[in-house]
């Protein structure tokens, strides 16, 4: 018999660490670079609007805090698997909710 493995079946070389890239390595750098585009990359290319764009900073800010607050208040109210899809479904019906998803 040949012991060598069957076609269309490799495995992932190993990293000399002796581990490969994993999904929760893959997904903190995907993270980190979508974090790191909006905190480093947007100031930049907002600063050539001048100091209006720091009011639309803090306007975007306050928005992202009222939706989390939101969607803390939903959550805790009546807790559901499947996001703004659920609360939508829940509140308007299947139509809003598929929509909304």
Do not use: H, Q, W
Request: charged residues 10%.
């Amino acid at each position: 018999m040949n012991s060598s493995p069957r076609p269309g079946k490799t495995e992932a070389p190993a990293t000399e660490a002796g581990s490969a890239l994993g999904l929760p390595e893959a997904i903190s750098l995907v993270l980190g670079s979508i974090i790191g585009v909006g905190v480093f990359n947007l100031p930049a290319s907002l600063a050539s609007y001048g100091p209006i764009s720091l009011v639309s900073l803090v306007l975007t800010t306050v928005g992202a805090l009222a939706l989390a607050a939101l969607f803390a208040s939903l959550a805790s109210r009546m807790p559901a698997d499947g996001g703004p899809y659920a609360y939508a479904r829940a509140a308007f019906g299947n139509l809003v909710g598929f929509v909304n998803a």
